[in-house]
């Protein structure tokens, strides 16, 4: 049963420490997305890749937020320093494009998610 | 378990025109309803968030409603533009547990 995966699945940290959150993308696919959802700004796009390549990140905050994608297999995100504004829960979610297609809803399936509480 | 629709599936309408989408929702006991656009092969763009207690919200030429009572929700777009053909998706976001439930989208396409 292919299913998207996170590490880890909650995380307590202390404000100014370095946060890496972990994603494993369905065998196969070539789209990874990396969403944030809070309370009050619900669910939003941080960025996506496609053939590990990223495409867009521009609902990332720069200046402490990166993505990776060492492999195919792996997707990254990084926080550092945390703050406590970025508790929140962080979806990856994975899809498969074909050339000229597009990544419909219903194949893009969401990970379980991260937990992570900045102190 | 939350059963979320929208309809239509598909609108094509010409450029200038005010446009409705729809969004229904089978239990209404959800804590907010967020309305997104996907464009072809991107990920989900957040538009307008409505937390439960709220009758609507707007951003720009875009309104959102919510009606929990009778669970539905509509987007209005009014004065329609090009840039506006994507994919409209509502998502209600349910009091227990952190699960999301989407709905089936809605195909729009603004001809100019």
């Known amino acids: 049963d292919a299913r998207v995966t996170q590490t880890p699945r909650h995380k307590v940290t202390e404000m100014g420490q370095e946060v890496t959150m972990r994603c494993q993308p369905i065998?196969?696919?070539?789209?990874v997305f990396w969403y944030r959802q809070t309370m009050m700004q619900g669910l939003e796009l941080l960025a996506y890749f496609r053939n590990r390549a990223p495409l867009d990140d521009s609902g990332m905050p720069k200046d402490r937020f990166s993505a990776e994608m060492p492999d195919a297999t792996l997707a990254t995100l990084k926080i550092q320093p945390s703050e406590p504004r970025d508790s929140a829960v962080y979806f990856c979610?994975?899809?498969?494009?074909?050339?000229?297609?597009?990544?419909?809803?219903?194949?893009?399936?969401f990970g379980p998610g991260t937990r992570l509480t900045v102190l | 378990k939350q059963e979320v629709t929208q309809i239509p599936a598909a609108l094509s309408v010409p450029e200038g025109e005010n446009l409705v989408l729809n969004c229904s929702f089978t239990d209404s006991a959800i804590y907010n309803l967020q309305w997104f656009r996907q464009d072809p092969g991107k990920g989900l763009t957040s538009l307008l968030l409505i937390q439960s207690s709220q009758r609507e919200q707007t951003s720009g030429r875009l309104n959102a409603s919510l009606d929990k009572s009778s669970g539905r929700s509509t987007l209005y777009i009014a004065a329609s533009q090009p840039g506006d053909s994507a994919t409209y998706l509502c998502a209600v976001r349910v009091r227990t547990g952190n699960q999301f439930y989407f709905g089936t989208g809605t195909s729009l396409t603004v001809i100019p």
């Open positions: 979610a994975s899809g498969l494009v074909r050339d000229g297609g597009a990544v419909l809803l219903n194949e893009q399936f």
């Open positions: 065998l196969g696919h070539n789209t």
